[in-house]
């Protein structure tokens, strides 16, 4: 549980729908913070009204903090901070400026209330600003943080439509500030240097941005309705404005106080770099993709042609030489297979199994007969592996279960792939002829000694069954060759 839930249940009586009240607010209050130039602390009160606890704190991102520790958990008992306990009693905000201003020249405090116009005060946010005299630019964002923390106290902020789960912009990327009717009227110079990589040559001051961003955008398919209700401040969420010069992402907050609509804001971010490098990830999984595919079509070919050299070979031994190359050659395309439809770091081992299993049977000399093949079933799951593992992996398994087929001339083999702590475990039980007590092995089985033991660093263990047949386990650790 996050640290507000922990403290709102053992040390507060707020409901649950009130604390999930207070944590979309702290999901959004950066950009309060941002605007403010201030640090908010949230106090919730106390169970027995004996203080306050701050359950949640923000710097923001332009300013110096004001409170420089984490004060989180901390304890405040009533009488402690007066202006707590006003705004608590009263509901109104408590608020320190000189007339006229927009600047607070001590710590404010806002009442929160729950649900309902007369809600009960659920917490109370505090406000510890740094005290700055500057430009248009502060006093935008001074006047638009008044704004957001009444509407913040009404429950009107944060506002629906916003994908809390994203990573919001913050104000230092740039914004905009719109009238009621949609006009420009103030933007920041970052800002203002976005629109003109998109291409904007004239002055954004007093021009509608609703039509400024449909003119720049230029992206492929139908038109973007919402880019022109984000951009004119008409619909609170993101809205992405694309061409060929730059990628820019906006982000509308509709403003609104107890006489109506005060415009909205709009957080602009230049994300051309973060698209352009999303476009060469797509472009590099797409060639990875390809190679996958060119790499089982070839391996499917050299298999093919094994597999047809050993039908015009007249001696024995080399006929079943070139047939078992021929079906390793194709085991191992099973796993480009797989990665040449869903490339990346790990692939589904129970897919590729599922794929050897089924090569296993067509191949069996039965099958080849006419005659009834051996049941080979896969019960339990492995889940993902990786790469790198499941190559060597898959080629082990496929030569236990043909090893059972041709050689220990079983008729029912069953493949139980698990995972155990940090370890991947394969089971490949049959009712064959049993294994030896005096083991010879023969290719097959040096071959996925070399895989298992050398390559991944596990175990293979052979037991002769009672009831007949033999239990193969395949033991491997799951953690990447690198990290062991």
Do not use: C
Not at 69 to 77: K, R, T, Y
Not at 333 to 351: K, M, N, Q, T
Not at 456 to 470: I, P, W
């Amino acid at each position: 549980m996050g640290s507000l839930d922990r403290l709102a249940q053992e040390r507060t009586d707020l409901a649950p729908a009130e604390v999930d009240r207070l944590q979309v607010l702290v999901g959004a209050w950066g950009l309060v913070a941002d605007l403010a130039l201030s640090d908010l602390v949230l106090w919730l009160p106390t169970w027995n009204t004996a203080g306050w606890v701050a359950a949640a704190l923000v710097r923001p991102s332009p300013a110096p903090p004001s409170v420089p520790e984490d004060v989180v958990g901390s304890f405040l008992p009533k009488g402690r901070a007066p202006d707590l306990d006003m705004a608590a009693s009263s509901g109104r905000p408590v608020r320190h400026r000189e007339a006229g201003s927009h600047v607070p020249t001590g710590v404010e405090a806002l009442p929160l209330r729950g649900a309902g116009e007369h809600g009960r005060v659920i917490a109370v946010l505090a406000r510890h600003a740094v005290t700055r005299v500057g430009g248009r630019l502060e006093q935008v964002y001074l006047d638009t943080a008044d704004l957001l923390l009444d509407m913040a106290a009404s429950g009107a902020f944060p506002l629906p439509g916003v994908d809390a789960s994203a990573a919001p912009p913050r104000v230092g990327d740039g914004l905009i500030r719109l009238t009621p009717q949609g006009l420009v009227d103030f933007a920041s110079p970052n800002a203002v240097s976005a629109f003109r990589r998109l291409g904007l040559a004239p002055a954004l001051d007093g021009s509608d941005l609703s039509r400024v961003a449909t003119r720049l955008s230029h992206r492929p398919g139908p038109a973007d309705e919402r880019v022109a209700l984000v951009a004119g401040g008409r619909l609170s969420g993101d809205a992405v404005i694309e061409n060929a010069s730059a990628s820019v992402s906006l982000r509308a907050v509709p403003l609104a106080d107890a006489h109506g609509s005060r415009g909205a804001i709009v957080l602009v971010r230049d994300i051309t770099d973060l698209r352009r490098g999303e476009r060469a990830l797509l472009s590099k999984d797409a060639s990875l993709r390809e190679v996958h595919h060119r790499v089982k079509n070839n391996l499917q070919t050299v298999g093919a042609l094994l597999r047809l050299q050993s039908r015009r070979v007249t001696a024995d031994e080399a006929r079943e030489a070139l047939a078992e190359a021929g079906r390793r050659v194709s085991a191992i395309a099973a796993v480009h297979e797989i990665l040449a439809r869903e490339p990346g770091e790990s692939v589904d081992f129970d897919e590729v199994i599922d794929s050897l299993l089924s090569l296993a049977r067509d191949m069996s000399p039965a099958y080849a007969s006419g005659s009834t093949p051996p049941q080979i079933t896969r019960s339990g799951e492995a889940g993902t592996v990786r790469t790198d593992a499941a190559g060597p992996l898959a080629m082990a398994v496929s030569e236990i279960v043909q090893n059972a087929v041709e050689h220990a001339q079983a008729t029912q083999i069953s493949v139980r792939p698990a995972r155990w702590n940090d370890r991947i475990v394969v089971h490949v039980i049959d009712d064959g002829l049993g294994v030896a007590e005096e083991q010879v092995e023969g290719l097959g089985l040096q071959i996925v000694r070399m895989l298992i033991e050398e390559d991944l660093r596990g175990t293979l263990t052979l037991e002769r069954r009672e009831s007949g047949g033999t239990s193969a386990e395949i033991t491997v650790p799951e953690a990447p060759m690198e990290d062991r």
